[in-house]
Every structure is written in C-alpha cells, then in structure tokens.
C-alpha cells in the first residue's frame, strides 16, 4: 500500500492559488459537508475549539474520499500533542504562534523523525495506514506540510529568520494576535495593521516561501492575494453560519409587525 500524496503541499511550492475555510464546528458531518464543497483544503482547529486527537480523528475519516486536503493546527506548538495528530493521519500542521527561530526549528523537529528530529516512531499507526505502507519513516517527511504561524511583532521582525529555517514549508499570517501584538486589539482593519498584514505578505515571498492567511471579508482577500498569498482562507464555519442564521432571520421579521 502506498501513501497518501500531498498534493497541497505540491501545489503552494509551486504557487498554485488554494482556497480553503476554517473549521472548528466539532461535529463530524460538517467535516464531511465542507470537505464536499470544492474548497482545496480545510483548517481543522484545535487551538480556539474544543477539538481533541479524537476528533481530529473522526474529521480525517469524514474526508476520506474527498479531494479536500486537511490541515490541523495544534493547540501550541507542544511536540507531544503534534506527535499524536501526525500518528492519526494529519498530513498538514499549522503551529501557532511561532515567534522565534528556535520555536521554528523545533517545529521542524517536532515532524521529522531521527536522527534529524524527534517525531516520536510508531509502527502501527493510522499515518502509515496501519503499517502497510512501506518504507514509511524514510518517506514521510516528504508528504508532511508545515506551516508556522506569525502573528506578533516579535515574530514579523525575525520573518526572515524563520522563513530560512530548513523543514518549514510556509508561513501564515494570524490578523488578530498581529492586531493586539500591534496595539491595536480587534481591530485588524486599523491603517498599521493592513500595512503589516500586507508587507508580511510581500516579504513571505520574497524570501521564497508560499504565504497563507484567513478573512472573511472580501476586500481584505483580494489586497492579501495581490501581495502574494498562496493558501487563502474565506471564512470560519461558525462565523459563516451565524451571520447566515442572522441574515435570514433579518428577512423575515417583518411577519411579526
């Protein structure tokens, strides 16, 4: 039995646009209704909701079969817990809140085995399907994607820096802890803010890495994809169906005058 390709992975190196959505909603069949829509991939979170190993677990089966690539994001850059979403078959990680070289080469670490990195060996586990996939610990490292997280000023001004860390395969761009860490808290539309948000953009890929962020307002998207981003996030599943929910329910409200 082979592994699986990453395609994602393969598509941003080349700077290929993939559109994809977060989603923290923890049930299973939202998975597997977003992961039918036609997004190129799907950011599985578990730093801001309550999803654990084992749900990230459930959600990696909901996608089976789907062409959506799923990408999990830890609730920290913790080397035991991206240990356990690599072993239930998470083939992209996203670690937050990366602010410093070494937090990044620990990072690459943490998804590399020995001798280059630590990834704890397990022989039996779902991301070489069990043990069926041969040469699994040679070859896995080609097929894992990992995306660091910026999103302070500390980290913005050792961009560079971080971006030439070897085993790091892109960088994304958090708005709202960029906003605080600014001054600026809630408000990633102040006049600093964008013109971070933007020069993080140019500067990921000048340095040659693919660039990624999340927004769910349209203006924002069309300026950070013209500055260069790869791996663009539309909208969170749960601000989506409230603002849904709201609108609908702002229709009709006239029934009851």
């Not at 910026?150 to 001004?157: G, I, K, L, S």
Request: some cysteine; charged content about 25%.
């Amino acid at each position: 039995m082979d592994m699986k390709t990453n395609a994602f992975k393969r598509a941003i190196a080349a700077g290929r646009q993939q559109i994809g959505i977060w989603h923290a909603i923890r049930d299973s069949a939202v998975t597997e209704m977003l992961g039918d829509c036609g997004f190129d991939w799907i950011l599985i979170d578990c730093e801001h909701s309550p999803n654990s190993e084992s749900d990230v677990l459930v959600k990696l089966q909901a996608l089976n079969g789907s062409p959506t690539a799923a990408m999990v994001r830890p609730s920290s850059l913790d080397v035991a817990e991206i240990k356990r979403l690599l072993d239930v078959g998470a083939q992209n990680i996203l670690v937050p809140y990366v602010q410093t070289v070494e937090e990044a080469q620990l990072a690459a670490a943490s998804v590399t085995y020995p001798p280059e990195g630590i990834r704890g060996v397990s022989t039996g586990s779902r991301s070489s399907r069990f043990g069926a996939v041969p040469d699994y610990f040679a070859r896995a490292r080609d097929e894992i994607c990992l995306i660091v997280q910026v999103e302070t000023r500390a980290a913005m001004d050792r961009l560079e820096e971080i971006a030439a860390v070897p085993g790091i395969d892109g960088i994304f761009i958090g708005p709202a802890d960029l906003a605080a860490s600014l001054g600026h808290p809630g408000d990633i539309f102040h006049p600093e803010v964008q013109e971070a948000i933007l020069s993080c953009m140019r500067r990921i890929r000048a340095a040659g890495k693919p660039a990624g962020f999340l927004s769910p307002n349209q203006d924002l998207l069309e300026k950070v994809v013209e500055a260069g981003c790869v791996f663009t996030a539309v909208d969170v599943d749960m601000g989506l169906l409230r603002r849904s929910a709201l609108h609908r329910l702002d229709i009709c409200k006239g029934w009851k005058s």
